[in-house]
């Protein structure tokens, strides 16, 4: 079992920057990939960024939306079981609640690889 616990959300103006975190309990997480999702209301969860497991035995690299590349970057810390998502260039289109969530198998960009999900933190950009 792992829980995630996200923080960092907020409210930002048009062209602002927030940095969200991701705190993982449980053990073995580098032996999840990680990744961030978002949802508006009445829209499905989309896929944001994710990041591969780092534990050696499988490596699938860094992958971001089309909608995001170069404005946001993901990372991890092993050693304190935390994923960020460094948001700059912020729009308001990337109003939503933003989710973060580890995967053990499957396509890392897809919804359907994740296992865990935190419990979302709200990201508003004002115009």
């Known amino acids: 079992q792992v829980q995630l616990v996200e923080s960092g959300g907020g409210l930002v103006q048009d062209g602002g920057s927030l940095r969200l975190s991701c705190a993982a309990s449980g053990r073995s997480f580098s032996s999840y990939a990680m990744g961030w999702f978002r949802q508006t209301p009445g829209k499905e969860r989309e896929f944001v960024a994710a990041?591969?497991?780092?534990?050696?035995?499988?490596?699938?690299?860094?992958h971001y939306a089309d909608s995001v590349k170069g404005r946001f970057t993901i990372s991890r810390d092993n050693a304190k079981n935390t994923v960020y998502l460094q948001m700059n260039s912020l729009k308001p289109e990337d109003t939503a609640v933003y989710y973060c969530?580890?995967?053990?198998?499957?396509?890392?960009?897809?919804?359907?690889?994740?296992?865990?999900w935190g419990q979302g933190t709200q990201v508003t950009v004002s115009s």
């Open positions: 969530a580890s995967s053990s198998f499957g396509r890392i960009t897809t919804v359907e690889a994740y296992i865990y």
């Open positions: 990041v591969s497991r780092s534990d050696g035995i499988y490596y699938d690299g860094i």
